[in-house]
């Protein structure tokens, strides 16, 4: 059988590592251990991840009239931060240099993510910010895998996010645009650094040192941004759910899943994402979608649908 052939480092850290990635998820038996007992399996939690952190993003935009999206980003993070920080209590010391490295460019990561990505979605369409993202980590799914089929499931979300540059969503702003694009990059780049950090760090510790560390990166920005309004009652509150909902009940149920299936696999239920926007922007943003919209979107969890079904006929290498 024909191969494409990921150089060993990347292949390493991007699939066959990322099984060890968050060696728990909470601390205790709480949700971790309804995870395991419950019978969901790692599809479903990824699904769950994204309803949650789409419908999360919708309320975020209704934020950003209050505080902008870099204020957005800051309470976010800030809060996620705090809610993992106080549950997890994770421990500072008995670290390598290389263990603090990694979990700086992971909380680097996933401040750029967030940053850029709101950028995106103050710009364009929740649907269209979403649907330019996913080619991160559709291009790690490429990348890291062996199979040449799955270049056909990109080549067919490539047509789909095409459709969107020529007629879709009325024409993207194209500051939007690149900015979408940019978290895409930085959203394949959190899942490499999710793997090596939950590899070093016990449970979801590193998780929450690393959205320690997005939090300070984007706490500066938030309060030069919206001043004093970040602070008020209402907005903290909106802020706090806007945490829960696309920080850390996505972070820790992606990371449960990531435990249990390949990084590719991951990757391309992503693609997932787009679709849930959509309906999560047409929901609570009353963001309509056009035929050449629902076209370009339905292309793109086409290929997500074709390439988890390619995966799921590859056979699991035992450890």
Not at 73 to 81: E, G, S, T
Not at 132 to 157: H, K, M, Y
Not at 269 to 296: C, K, N, R, T, Y
Request: hydrophobic share 60%.
């Amino acid at each position: 059988m024909n191969e494409v052939q990921a150089p060993a480092g990347v292949t390493a850290d991007a699939e066959a590592g990322v099984l060890a990635a968050s060696k728990g998820g909470l601390k205790g038996g709480g949700l971790r251990g309804r995870m395991r007992g419950g019978g969901l399996g790692p599809v479903a939690l990824v699904v769950a991840g994204g309803f949650s952190v789409q419908f999360g993003a919708s309320l975020a935009v209704l934020i950003m009239p209050r505080t902008g999206a870099a204020g957005v980003v800051a309470l976010r993070l800030a809060l996620a931060a705090l809610a993992m920080l106080v549950i997890c209590r994770p421990k500072v010391r008995g670290y390598t240099r290389a263990d603090w490295s990694t979990v700086l460019i992971f909380g680097v990561t996933m401040a750029g993510m967030n940053g850029l990505f709101y950028q995106a979605a103050e710009r364009i369409p929740l649907g269209a910010a979403v649907t330019l993202e996913v080619l991160g980590p559709l291009a790690l799914s490429v990348f890291a895998t062996r199979q040449w089929i799955n270049v056909v499931w990109a080549g067919l979300a490539l047509a789909g996010v095409a459709l969107l540059g020529v007629a879709g969503f009325g024409g993207l702003d194209l500051a939007g645009a690149a900015f979408a694009l940019g978290a895409g990059a930085c959203w394949a780049a959190y899942i490499v650094f999710s793997a090596r950090t939950g590899r070093r760090f016990p449970q979801a510790d590193g998780l929450a040192l690393a959205l320690g560390v997005a939090a300070v990166l984007s706490l500066p920005l938030g309060v030069v941004s919206a001043g004093a309004k970040l602070f008020d009652p209402m907005t903290l509150l909106l802020g706090a759910a806007v945490a829960l909902m696309s920080s850390v009940l996505p972070y820790t149920l992606e990371m449960i899943a990531l435990r249990r299936m390949p990084a590719s696999t991951f990757a391309v239920l992503m693609s997932l994402e787009p679709a849930i926007a959509a309906g999560a922007g047409f929901l609570v943003l009353h963001q309509a979608l056009s035929l050449v919209d629902a076209l370009a979107i339905a292309l793109v969890i086409g290929a997500s649908v074709g390439a988890v079904r390619s995966q799921s006929r590859r056979k699991v290498p035992s450890a």
